[in-house]
């Protein structure tokens, strides 16, 4: 299981705690704005997929961060979709860079 976005183990190269409490924050906006459910099973199939202990969400980067020409869109809430975990699987960790499912990204809520 990808535990990409948990915070459970530390990875031995981590940028810095600020960046790592940053995400966990900016993780937090996304869920609230995606509703609390997987996106790609709300449009697609019209189903409601929420996050268990046993299955949680993924804050998937569209565009990977991974690549450097996306490396700015690491915050970017529009580059970021929670999806459960079947779904993530779709877009092969980071190797397809596009929604296979017609969608517009909102912006995030205003506080
Ligand atoms: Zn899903």
Redesign the pocket.
């Known amino acids: 299981m990808n535990h990409r976005c948990k915070s459970s183990s530390p990875r031995p190269k981590t940028k810095s705690v600020n960046s790592h409490r940053r995400f966990q924050k900016l993780r937090l906006d996304i869920i609230v704005r995606d509703y609390g459910e997987?996106v790609?099973?709300r449009v697609l199939f019209n189903k409601s997929?929420r996050e268990t202990p046993d299955q949680p969400l993924q804050c998937h980067h569209i565009k990977p961060q991974s690549l450097p020409q996306y490396e700015h869109l690491k915050w970017e809430p529009t580059n970021l979709i929670m999806?459960?975990q079947?779904?993530h699987d779709v877009y092969d960790n980071g190797k397809v860079h596009e929604l296979d499912f017609e969608y517009e990204i909102p912006p995030l809520f205003e506080y």
Request: net charge neutral.
């Open positions: 997987c790609r099973c997929t999806l459960c079947e779904c």
